[in-house]
């Protein structure tokens, strides 16, 4: 028989135990939906316990039936052929038959973790370990790893050159997929590693760092499913680029029920797509910027009046600015700005009474005199000009104003330059959401009213929820603080988080374990001393669990022979791994003059997308992005789908098939983490690589 007809037959038999799987998932999905069904119906019987019930009811249903619809596709990715003669076979959720016996093992359950641990030298019981690859609920192909040669049956049939290579093979779109039927065993230790504390994910690039980071959040889901589910699980990663690449991998593994946020969405009611330019941006992530930002929440918002004045019976009443500050410390002293609201107009009324001298308005007594000033428009209105509840956008909006006089030799000039340049455009970049992240905690919230307050007045309540005209709702938090923390915090490029990113996960961290994906040589952030502070702060002493993953499955080993070398310039000792393929090509470097450089990059970007089945990306310094947009809009506008411009930044975490570089030289130079920043794009190539430059400085200095 003809390897061709024996590989067919075993596709034949395992669609046939696939369709089985299929038909029971199907009548999971009717029941599933069936429930979902009687508990709307459980909401008419017309009490509150029957509100309940259906609540409760349709929710579980509900989670059930998102899961199964979620792992339709390619449902069953293994099987394990056993020393003892069974069959164990390995799926993105567990199946049992009508019977309860088992169909499908979840890939999370401990009895499916040696389709991960075995290995050729450890075999564990397995003979065969299979790969079946699925388009939808078709088994299309099979990969087989033969682990023990020497007690494998006669007539066993082994298919395939092995499932790991031969995924390395096929072509990238635009959007990470699961590994969850190629996971090594490396990666599978990372996975499966105990849930307290910090588990921290290194290694170089292409060692599968975020997409094991993510099936390590599927696994501690299916373990702990009530802790994480009910305390939720927090995926953070650096852009909004990012974030959709990653997007179906949780719910192909069924499931559904994560957070995922890029760095300029962590704080709920924020949307912020643009990096500021580097000197800005470090200043705004410094560690120097905490101090600042108190000050600025304790100031005077811009045109507060600095003077009252009021006429009772035969007395003129005043508070200057120097009394008004006095009594703005004084509520300071006690607590946060917005947690004093409710108390400045008793501060204000008590100091205004201590000036009364008349006999006329003594005779009458404090009682009527707070009934007349705080029932009095002139007053309501000082105050709230004076006092009132403030937002954190608001504060941010004041900090070009305030800045020169309460940074105290914090930023040199430079640095005070690029923060009120950045911040004249009016909208938050992403390094201005952890600023506001900080005033959210640093003012506080304004109280609730609802109840009985000891020390104001009830009369004075009447102006407290008066709305100013002037709001603006854009760019306002949406959420409590205290509804921020989660159960768990994924971050990913953990190496870029400046101090104050660091300060804002770690408040939704604060009772969480964490899993952490970095690697120093990759990191665009220029003070690492400053960042590894604030990470240990972050993480409370948390204790931490290291893994380094060691084998690159991303980049030819030509691409990543060339990156190591700017990996060497870039840090002093590089974690450098082992790329596991060589194709034959090396990568291209061509030096033009500046009038052939686009025409130059447009060439090369064609080439490669005739060469290649997947995605190409054109990187390219920020300031030069524009430019290159306008002038490319066609090649783009051709290849919607597998053509992207990206900057360097943006490229993290990203792969493409084939990427064209431009202007090398200028990457390096843009910030003090541009070499950095090259090794990053430089290893997004799995199959072809060109660089296009008007100058080769970087190539002399990695000579």
């Known amino acids: 028989m003809s390897s061709n007809n024996a590989e067919q037959r075993e596709i034949d038999a395992e669609q046939a135990y696939v369709d089985a799987v299929y038909e029971r998932l199907d009548a999971s999905a009717k029941v599933a939906q069936s429930l979902v069904v009687e508990g709307m119906a459980r909401g008419h019987v017309g009490n509150e316990g029957g509100l309940v019930e259906r609540d409760a009811m349709v929710y579980q249903a509900s989670l059930r039936l998102s ?17 003892d003669g069974d069959s164990r076979y390995i799926g993105r959720i567990g199946v049992r038959d009508a019977d309860r016996e088992i169909l499908l093992i979840d890939w999370r359950a401990p009895a499916a973790a040696i389709f991960y641990q075995a290995t050729a030298q450890e075999p564990a019981g397995v003979i065969r370990r299979r790969v079946l690859r699925c388009a939808n609920d078709k088994v299309i192909g099979i990969e087989d790893d033969l682990l023990d040669a020497d007690n494998a049956p006669d007539d066993l049939v082994v298919i395939g050159e092995g499932a790991l290579l031969a995924s390395l093979t096929r072509a990238r779109d635009s959007s990470m997929h699961s590994v969850v039927a190629t996971i090594q065993k490396e990666q599978d230790e990372a996975i499966r590693a105990p849930s307290r504390g910090a588990t921290t994910i ?29 305390g939720g699980v927090l995926v953070v990663g650096p852009s909004t680029v990012f974030m959709n690449y990653i997007e179906r991998v949780l719910p192909s593994l069924g499931e559904t029920s994560v957070t995922l946020r890029s760095l300029g969405e962590v704080v709920d009611g924020l949307r912020a797509m ?7 941006a470090a200043a705004k992530g410094s560690s120097r910027m905490p101090a600042f930002l ?17 006429f009772y019976k035969d007395d003129v009443l005043r508070l200057d600015a120097g009394q008004l500050a006095r009594i703005r410390r004084n509520l300071l002293s006690g607590g946060k700005r917005n947690r004093a609201y409710l108390k400045a107009p008793a501060a204000l009324v008590d100091a205004l009474w201590a000036q009364v001298a008349g006999d006329r308005a003594l005779e009458k007594g404090e009682e009527e005199f707070v009934e007349t000033i705080t029932t009095d428009d002139r007053f309501v209105d000082f105050v709230e000009d004076w006092w009132p509840p403030v937002e954190p956008i608001d504060v941010w909006r004041t900090l070009p104003d305030v800045i020169d006089e309460l940074a105290r030799g914090a930023f040199d000039a430079v640095e005070l330059a690029a923060l009120k340049a950045s911040w004249q455009v009016g909208e938050p970049s992403i390094e201005d959401v952890p600023l506001i992240d900080e005033l959210r905690y640093v003012i506080g919230e304004v109280p609730s009213t609802g109840g009985d307050e000891d020390d104001v007045p009830k009369q004075l309540m009447s102006f ?28 990913d490029e953990a190496q870029d988080l400046s101090p104050m990113q660091w300060r804002m996960l770690g408040r939704r961290g604060r009772y969480a374990s964490w899993t952490i994906v970095g690697d120093e040589a990759q990191s665009s952030w220029p003070h690492p001393q400053e960042s590894a502070a604030a990470r240990k702060a972050a993480l409370e002493g948390k204790p931490e669990h290291a893994f380094r993953l060691s084998t690159n499955y991303r980049n030819s080993a030509e691409i990543y022979d060339l990156a190591a070398q700017v990996a060497a310039v870039a840090v002093p000792h590089p974690d450098l791994a082992d790329a596991v393929r060589r194709t034959g090509e090396l990568p ?9 450089l686009v025409d130059t990059a447009r060439r090369s970007a064609e080439e490669i997308l005739d060469r290649v089945e997947g995605t190409v990306a054109i990187v390219a310094a920020t ?3 524009a430019e290159l947009a306008d002038q490319l809009s066609d090649l783009l506008a051709q290849h919607p789908d597998r053509l992207r411009l990206l900057d360097g930044l943006a490229t993290k975490g990203l792969e493409f098939d084939g990427v064209v570089v431009v202007e090398p030289d200028a990457i390096t130079a843009e910030s003090s983490a541009g070499w950095r920043t090259l090794y990053v794009v430089l290893t997004r190539a799995t199959q072809l690589l060109t660089t296009v430059g008007t100058t080769d400085g970087w190539l002399s200095r990695i000579a």
Not at 206 to 219: D, E, I, N, P, Q
């Open 588 to 596: 291209v470097h061509l030096t033009v003059g500046p009038a052939e």
């Open 202 to 230: 290194g290694g170089g690039p292409g060692t599968g760092k975020t997409v094991v980071a993510l099936h390590r959040a599927a696994y501690l889901l299916y373990t702990d499913r009530r802790r994480f589910e009910s």
């Open 464 to 491: 407290e929820r008066r709305e100013r005209e002037d709001r603006n709702d854009r760019n306002r938090t949406t959420q409590s603080i205290e509804d921020d923390g989660f159960a768990h915090v994924l971050v």
């Open 67 to 83: 899961a199964l619809n979620a792992a339709h596709d390619g449902l069953v990715f293994g099987r394990l052929n056993m020393l």
């Open 274 to 280: 643009r990096h500021d330019e580097p000197v800005a």
């Open 294 to 310: 108190n000050r600025a929440a304790a100031a005077p918002m811009p045109g507060s009046p600095t003077e009252f004045r009021y």
């Open 623 to 625: 300031d030069r992005q």
